[in-house]
Nanobody, 125 residues
Framework: VQLQASGGGLVQPGGSLRLSCATS????????ECWFRQAPGKERTGVSC????????WYADSVKGRFTISRDYTKNTVNLQMNSLKPEDTAVYYC???????????????????WGQGTLVTVSS
């Protein structure tokens, strides 16, 4: 399982960014994928997950209505569209994957063992 996140950068409050997680070594439909973030001085926390079937998604309360997770099967990517960004969204964002037979905690990431490197998102004027 290989994961590589990209798309981070500097954006003004209210702006948008689209993160992409390039995947390889596994079949998207056999895994759930999640985005996590870690702000400076804080613990890593879950942002959004998509189930292996893509029928179910989960969002942290702090991003509901602003972020959207999706898959692009033609590119084997898992994307996170982030709109109405706030300074508190500033963090390093990580993508992750867990086999559909495995248990995981979408808030803490417990049970997830496959992680990509992070991409930094900075929301500032």
């Amino acid at each position: 399982v290989q994961l590589q996140a990209s798309g981070g950068g500097l954006v003004q409050p209210g702006g948008s960014l689209r993160l992409s997680c390039a995947t390889s070594g596994f079949t998207l439909d056999h895994y759930a994928e999640c985005w996590f973030r870690q702000a400076p001085g804080k613990e890593r926390t879950g942002v959004s997950c998509i189930s292996s079937s893509a029928e179910a998604t989960w969002y942290a309360d702090s991003v509901k209505g602003r972020f959207t997770i999706s898959r692009d099967y033609t590119k084997n990517t898992v994307n996170l569209q982030m709109n109405s960004l706030k300074p508190e969204d500033t963090a390093v964002y990580y993508c992750s994957a867990v086999h559909k037979s495995g248990w995981y905690d979408p808030v803490t990431g417990e049970g997830i063992y496959d992680w990509g490197q992070g991409t930094l998102v900075t929301v500032s004027s």
